[in-house]
């Protein structure tokens, strides 16, 4: 037997589930009800007064940190923040229609609090809600910057050369890594660099996460000939689940031959026909035989680089 459902404030029959509107009210008595929607009490912008990050602050929901958009307009990038977060949960659970009304020329640098206007009309475009909310703006440091200047970090990148003359490949490697830093920042705030460390032979980075780890490591294969090692590290035990807590490593060695580089392999005269992605492709002299070895085993190989034609004579 299908249970009827009545209209909470006329008792008049409602057939259709499309017909019952919030409140359990029929179509006429929801067109005259007045609607109360419960806005929040306390809305704020923060922004990190370090990396400019945004995230809104909606009584005791904390948005995500994200940056403006490269050639957005503050006040779209707003207004989107208050559709997605504010305005579309309402219009869903009161059945309303909302407009929002923001000023234009506001800035999120500025100090003053902003004033926004938010219109609500039913299914009928009567007008059931007209409120004032106010945005306070406050600037605040973001956890990242946090995390980056308290000099927190999880995972270590060792970047090395083999030979002298790579040393000057460091600096084209570093700059390379920050301009990889600057793209992965931009798509995730967790993603950064705490820490540049120069040793002897190239330089250790100290990253804030293993994803950061993962995806630097990717971009870096794909541009320099890179052997890669992997280790990990105890750093203690977690009390309350009683896991190891382990620091990883990842050593990023640079495959010390170029293209057309000449050597003594095994003892026989090889010229460097290629380098991939993660092979070394020599040539024999004079016979042409071609050998290819993975980076690991290149480098197990014993090996001398020839700088001087002469010494094939």
């Known amino acids: ?19 019952l509107y919030p409140g359990f009210l029929c179509q006429n ?17 923060r922004q990190c007064y370090l990396c400019s990050a945004i995230s809104l602050r909606i009584d005791d929901k904390y948005l995500d940190w994200q940056y403006l958009p490269e050639g957005e307009i503050e006040m779209d990038f707003l207004s989107g923040l208050i559709y997605e977060s504010l305005i579309f949960p309402i219009e869903d659970r009161y059945q309303i229609h909302c ?5 234009h020329n ?5 100090e003053k609090n902003i004033i926004l206007h ?26 990242y910057c946090a995390q980056k200047s308290g000099g927190r970090f999880d995972a270590i990148i060792q970047i090395r050369i083999q030979h002298p003359r790579d040393n000057p490949m460091l600096q ?6 920050h301009h990889i830093e600057f793209d992965e920042h931009q798509k995730n705030l967790s993603f950064f660099i705490t820490k ?21 490591v990717h971009r870096l294969r794909s541009k320099f000939p890179f052997e890669i090692k992997f280790s990990k590290r105890l750093m203690g035990i977690d009390h309350e689940t009683g896991t190891r807590l382990y620091r990883q490593s990842t050593l990023l060695r640079l495959i010390p031959v170029r293209k057309n580089d000449l050597l003594l392999f ?23 035989k071609v050998k290819q070895l993975n980076f690991d085993q290149f480098q197990k190989k014993k090996w001398n680089l020839i700088e001087n034609e002469k010494e094939l004579e």
């Open 118 to 143: 938010i219109e609500s009309r039913n299914k009928e475009d009567v007008l059931v809600n007209n409120t004032q909310l106010e945005i306070q703006m406050k600037k605040i440091q973001c956890p």
């Open 266 to 288: 095994d003892g026989y005269k090889y010229q460097v026909k290629n380098i991939t992605h993660n092979k070394v492709i020599l040539t024999s002299l004079p016979g042409k």
């Open 196 to 216: 540049v460390e120069w040793t002897k032979n190239g330089f250790d980075l100290k990253i804030s996460n293993n994803a950061m780890t993962r995806a630097l």
């Open 29 to 45: 008595c929801y067109g005259k009800e007045e609607i109360k929607i419960n806005f929040p009490q306390k809305i704020q912008l």
């Open 106 to 110: 506001i800035s999120f640098s500025q």
């Open 1 to 19: 037997m299908k249970l009827r459902k009545f209209c909470s404030k006329c008792g008049a029959s409602i057939e259709k589930d499309e017909d």
């Open 99 to 103: 407009s929002l009304f923001i000023p």
């Open 172 to 177: 084209i490697i570093l700059d390379e890594i």
